[in-house]
Each structure stands twice: as structure tokens, then as C-alpha cells.
């Protein structure tokens, strides 16, 4: 039963602390992206990444949150310094998308990562 | 910032009725996306529609489309108390932008 891993599922941390975020997408899968929820917005795509490449984070503050994919079984969310508007859920997803095709068919998502910032 | 507005943003029916929440978008798309997230879960593909589709059915679920006013619909028949969730539209823009809507948070009661 493929499914996409998040880890940590929750994480306590304080103000000026750097998080990392970590995702294993479905393995054969080539595209990425980060999401996060507030009740306030909802949902916002923060980053998304085609066989390894970031195509558009645009949606992600670039001052402190950066993302990666060091290979093609994990990527990675690190916000430094955290502060306390960042507490909210992150999810990672993951897709397949054959050349040519849009990127965004069908995600398959984690179960989020729950971080507060205190 | 979210493109799609889900309409109503709660619902609350009886085991067996249908279930009919709408999406409203702002831009032309290429294709529209129906999620649904269980409390404390990570979202769950339900369907997609493109946008020269009209109408697609998945089981007990049917997406209608209608990209004139922008609007699209998913209509659950029957519903189970499984069905409690909220439910988001996802839209792809030209341009490959993605944005999810709002959510209508769906409460079906045994």
C-alpha cells in the first residue's frame, strides 16, 4: 500500500528555532508539492517540484522557508527562524505526470505535519 | 490565496440523502479537482474534471462542470455516515496555477 510519509507528525518548537520538515513521496512518483492549512487560509500551495527541480514556490515566503529534494525519495521544508504565524498543518503530496502533461492531475497526500510555534 | 469558493461552507443531512455542495472559481482553468479531507488527515483525491467536460460520474459521486459560470458541483447520493468530511475543489488555472478552495465541511448523521 504505497503511501506518502511525513515526519515529524507533530512538532512543538519555539520562536528563532529552525524546523525542518521532512516528505517520501510514493516511490515512481515526479512531481512534489507543499502545501499549508490554517483555519485563516486554508489551503496554499507553497512549493512544487518536477523530478527534482522546483518549478514554482512562489506561495512560500522566501526569506525563511526553503525547500529541497536532496533525491528523489525525500524532500524537505525548513523554516529559520520559525515564528509563531507559521503554526499550522503541512502537507506534503506527491503525483505522477508523464512529459508534456500538466503537473497537476491527481495528489496523493501525507498525513500533514502539525507544527506550533510558541 | 484561494481561487475557488466551496458554497455552503457547512452541511449537515440525514444518512441517505444527497448531498450537493457547489465550487465557484474567478479564472479560466484547465481542469477542476474534488478532495476530500477526514479531521486530522491528509486530503483524498476524489475526481477530476476537465474543462471540456460537462458531467462525470464516480460511483455515488457526480461533478457537474460548467465553465460559463464558472461553477462546478458534487453531488453525493445517498450518503453514509462515512461521508463526514469537508470536501475542497481544487482548480488548475492556465498558467499551471493551482489553488484549493475554501471547503464545505459535510456532517452526515446516522
Known amino acids: 500500500d504505497a503511501r506518502v510519509t511525513q515526519t515529524p507528525r507533530d512538532k512543538v518548537t519555539e520562536m528563532g528555532q529552525e524546523v525542518t520538515m521532512r516528505c517520501q513521496p510514493i516511490?515512481?512518483?515526479?512531481?512534489v508539492f507543499w502545501y499549508r492549512q490554517t483555519m485563516m487560509q486554508g489551503l496554499e500551495l507553497l512549493a512544487y517540484?518536477?523530478?527534482?527541480?522546483?518549478?514554482?514556490d512562489s506561495g512560500m515566503p522566501k526569506d525563511r522557508f526553503s525547500a529541497e529534494m536532496p533525491d528523489a525519495t525525500l524532500a524537505t521544508l525548513k523554516i529559520q527562524p520559525s515564528e509563531p504565524r507559521d503554526s499550522a498543518v503541512y502537507f506534503c503530496?506527491?503525483?505522477?505526470?508523464?512529459?508534456?502533461?500538466?503537473?497537476?492531475?491527481?495528489?496523493?497526500f501525507g498525513p500533514g505535519t502539525r507544527l506550533t510555534v510558541l | 490565496s484561494q481561487q475557488g469558493e466551496e458554497d455552503p461552507q457547512a452541511l449537515s443531512i440525514q444518512e441517505g440523502e444527497n448531498a450537493t455542495m457547489n465550487c465557484s472559481y474567478k479564472?479560466?482553468?484547465?481542469?477542476l479537482q474534488w478532495y476530500r479531507q477526514n479531521s486530522g488527515r491528509g486530503l483524498v483525491h476524489l475526481i477530476l474534471?476537465?474543462?471540456?467536460?460537462r458531467e462525470k460520474h464516480s460511483g455515488r459521486l457526480r461533478v457537474t462542470l460548467d465553465t460559463s459560470k464558472k461553477s462546478s458541483s458534487l453531488l453525493i447520493t445517498a450518503s453514509r455516515a462515512a461521508d463526514t468530511a469537508s470536501y475542497f475543489c481544487a482548480t488548475l488555472r492556465t498558467g499551471n496555477q493551482f489553488y484549493f478552495g475554501t471547503g464545505t465541511s459535510l456532517t452526515v448523521i446516522p
Open positions: 503530496a506527491s503525483g505522477l505526470v508523464e512529459d508534456g502533461r500538466s503537473s497537476y492531475n491527481e495528489q496523493f
Open positions: 474534471i476537465r474543462s471540456n467536460e
Open positions: 516511490l515512481g512518483h515526479n512531481t
Open positions: 517540484f518536477r523530478n527534482r527541480a522546483p518549478l514554482d
Open positions: 479564472t479560466s482553468i484547465n481542469n
